[in-house]
């Protein structure tokens, strides 16, 4: 099973500020990368997709992709209490047929 | 709208019961998935299925069982050889496509009484 390396947490960060999200991955050969967005006691809610090396942007939120060091992150623009959440990184195996699920971290935006 | 629905919300099981958990979507999506999630902790994969009437074991398939009789739907039925089975369950659904990601339902928080 390949894995999908994420800090827990949690992040801090100011009302204002960007927050830096980073994930790691082992599959040299995975293809698509999603960021998922869970607050507590609810499900995952898919957030951003990237697949091209490079920057995504959508709104407050930009994704990053670097395929030869293996990492994704996002960014999250003027941060909001409302960003608190637990963000997923997921990647989708070629091998497995299916997305690995990062094991999450933690946000906490404070006023 | 489409979406995929779980339930119940809450489930209470007593020992030596099996229970289970409905999912259905009207996503027209071919593959389903069933997640546990315990607390701060990330998601591990039960079952999942990419067609009807065939299903494979995730990580953490034992003391748990599955069928796909239906594209709409994907029931989830906890043994009582699942030995720990308080926990978040989450139910997902997918297209073919790599890149369209995975759809969430709701949830099922399952307590043992």
């Known amino acids: 099973q390949k894995e999908v390396e994420q800090n827990s947490g949690p992040l801090s960060v100011p009302e204002g500020a960007i927050a830096s999200l980073n994930c790691t991955y082992s599959?040299?050969?995975?293809?698509?990368f999603f960021w998922y967005r869970q607050y507590s006691g609810k499900s995952p809610e898919l957030i951003m997709s990237?697949?091209?090396?490079g920057d995504k942007e959508d709104g407050r939120f930009t994704a990053q992709l670097n395929k030869a060091s293996q990492y994704v992150s996002l960014l999250i623009r003027d941060s909001q209490p409302s960003d608190s959440a637990t963000y997923l990184c997921?990647?989708?195996?070629?091998?497995?047929?299916?997305?690995?699920f990062g094991a999450g971290t933690r946000l906490a935006v404070h006023p | 709208d489409g979406g995929i629905t779980q339930s119940p919300k809450y489930l209470f099981r007593k020992e030596g019961q099996n229970v289970t958990l409905s999912c259905e979507q009207n996503?027209?999506?071919?593959?389903m998935y069933w997640y546990r999630q315990d607390p701060g902790q990330g998601l591990r994969l039960i079952y999942y299925?990419?067609?009807?009437?065939?299903?494979q074991k995730g990580d953490i398939a034992e003391g748990y069982s599955v069928s796909r009789e239906k594209k709409e739907s994907f029931p989830l039925t906890v043994t009582s050889a699942q030995k720990n089975p308080t926990a978040f369950y989450l139910c997902?659904?997918?297209?073919?496509?790599?890149?369209?990601?995975?759809?969430f339902g709701s949830g099922t928080r399952l307590t043992v009484v």
């Open positions: 299925s990419q067609i009807v009437n065939d299903f």
């Open positions: 997921a990647v989708f195996s070629g091998g497995y047929n299916k997305l690995i």
């Open positions: 997902a659904s997918s297209t073919r496509r790599r890149d369209d990601g995975y759809t």
């Open positions: 599959d040299r050969v995975s293809q698509s």
């Open positions: 996503l027209n999506h071919d593959a």
């Open positions: 990237i697949y091209s090396n």
